[in-house]
């Protein structure tokens, strides 16, 4: 080929190149955008009075009886102030002393080896924010820090109570640093970092096991799990402090059922905001009440104020379980965004829940697949999809049934007319927080966000290619009004299930 044949061929051969480049890359950044799409709501009417109706005779009756509400609220005190709250001594050795492969040192190398990239394959490999997996220095440094000789023979120390000043957030690991997996992964990337556990609102009782070696983080003991926690927001409690709150709360509790309350002390000083799932100490009630919160001295220990809330901001518990303060407490929870593991302090799936029924005394634990175990569990798992809806349709209790179906965890509501189909049949409703729906090729997801009612249909008109919620591979359902195994079931301390994010 001569020189002056051979230019135009070149020009040719990388023009061709060029233009196959930028058709894989548009492919590929299609291929990135189609992961996600928006599933419409439009059709799922969001106005509570549609499901929850004033108009019907048992709007204000009790869902269950006052026994096994106090049955239930009895759960909750103990988690919080009582035998199970990580201000109990035996509680906390239980933790503390446990089989060596079953301790609090194991569990902290085991979770570190997880969030290791060292021969992961890639759908496990952790990314940053920046889009760049973590490095092996990345995780040295946080091993490090961590300190983790500090928890070989650790025993129970009183000074080490203490209590939430503020809201904070629960980690793995003591990094603010988020690991995600690849965003190329359908359901995965923002917002689900996967060292992301959990929220310590203000006002709950801790156990600090231990600190950073800079201190910024505590690895602490709460009444739903065991995380790392930043230490500033945290201040010591004396023996003193501890009986007046305990007391105070075994008295009349306060429970928040106004998202973002702002909190307020006796001097009229911004001290936190208090979300749905926060409780308080009453020491005063009328037509607003007055309760306990803590503040942290300059030496960082915990002190006792008091701040006032309006009784259209708090609740006295337990609130009866009626369908209409259900409804009243959702109005306030409905349609905030979907928050992972309570990512800036919004709900998932499982928080939606606790933060749902707190108000009405019953403590549920933090895992949607230990939640379902809340009462009397049947397990309709070997049925198909269309019998599970036709079991739970004919043996669901509207507010008192939790329905699992593995990873994801929502509240039946009711049995109604389905509006979108010609002959009305019957459809169940739940309320949930869900992220979204997959198709059935699981090669991408369509977003809801947000709590929100959505029905448990077996298809859906907008994409018949979604997959139902009916037919994942586990489909449990559990009744609150049923507590008897759940006294035993609660019994029970699972190192692992406190520690490791799910």
């Known amino acids: 080929m001569t020189d002056s044949k051979r230019i135009p061929f070149i020009y040719r051969f990388l023009s061709s190149v060029f233009l196959l480049s930028m058709i894989l890359n548009t492919a590929a950044c299609r291929a990135d955008e189609d992961k996600i799409a928006l599933f419409p709501l439009d059709h799922y009417d969001q106005t509570i009075s549609t499901w929850i109706n004033p108009a019907e005779d048992n709007y204000d009756k009790p869902l269950f009886s006052s026994d096994i509400q106090q049955k239930r609220f009895d759960t909750l005190i103990k988690h919080y102030v009582g035998a199970a709250s990580p201000w109990s001594p035996e509680y906390v050795n239980h933790i503390l002393h446990r089989a060596s492969s079953d301790t609090i040192y194991a569990m902290e190398v085991d979770i570190l080896a997880d969030f290791t990239n060292v021969n992961k394959p890639d759908d496990q490999i952790g990314y940053g924010e920046n889009f760049h997996p973590h490095t092996l220095d990345w995780i040295n440094q946080i091993k490090e820090n961590s300190h983790l000789a500090q928890f070989n023979d650790i025993n129970y120390q009183a000074n080490n109570r203490a209590i939430a000043v503020d809201n904070l957030l629960l980690r793995a690991l003591p990094t603010n640093d988020p690991s995600f997996y690849s965003h190329r992964l359908a359901g995965q990337g923002y917002p689900f970092d996967n060292l992301q556990m959990s929220a310590l609102w203000a006002g709950t009782p801790v156990y600090i096991i231990g600190e950073t070696l800079d201190h910024a983080w505590s690895l602490v003991i709460t009444p739903d799990c065991i995380a790392w926690t930043k230490t500033s927001g945290l201040a010591r409690t004396d023996s003193t402090f501890i009986s007046t709150w305990q007391s105070a709360a075994k008295k009349q509790l306060a429970a928040i059922t106004t998202t973002e309350t702002p909190i307020l002390d006796k001097n009229h000083i911004w001290r936190f905001s208090a979300y749905i799932g926060s409780v308080f100490p009453i020491v005063d009630s009328g037509s607003a009440f007055h309760i306990l919160i803590p503040i942290m001295d300059i030496n960082r220990k915990a002190v006792i104020t008091q701040a006032e809330v309006s009784n259209q901001q708090a609740v006295i518990m337990p609130l009866a379980a009626t369908p209409h303060h259900f409804a009243d407490v959702m109005n306030t929870l409905i349609g905030r965004p979907y928050g992972w593991g309570n990512l800036n302090f919004y709900n998932d799936c499982s928080a939606e829940l606790k933060s749902?029924?707190?108000?009405?005394?019953?403590?549920?634990?933090?895992?949607?697949?230990?939640?379902?175990?809340?009462?009397?569990?049947?397990?309709?798992?070997?049925?198909?999809?269309?019998?599970?809806?036709?079991y739970l349709l004919e043996n669901g209790r509207p507010f008192l049934t939790i329905i699992y179906i593995g990873g994801h965890v929502m509240l039946y509501t009711g049995k109604f007319s389905n509006p979108n189909t010609f002959d009305h049949s019957p459809m169940a409703m739940t309320y949930q927080n869900l992220w979204g729906i997959r198709p059935s090729s699981n090669d991408k997801r369509f977003i809801i966000g947000k709590a929100a009612f959505f029905p448990l249909l077996l298809s859906f008109p907008e994409n018949r290619n979604l997959t139902s919620q009916a037919s994942k591979d586990e489909f449990q359902v559990g009744y609150l009004d049923e507590v008897q195994n759940f006294l035993l079931f609660d019994q029970i301390i699972d190192l692992k299930s406190l520690m490791y994010p799910s």
Do not use: N
């Open 356 to 390: 749902l029924l707190t108000p009405f005394g019953i403590w549920l634990p933090r895992h949607s697949s230990s939640q379902v175990k809340a009462g009397k569990m049947v397990d309709v798992s070997y049925l198909p999809p269309a019998k599970r809806v036709e």
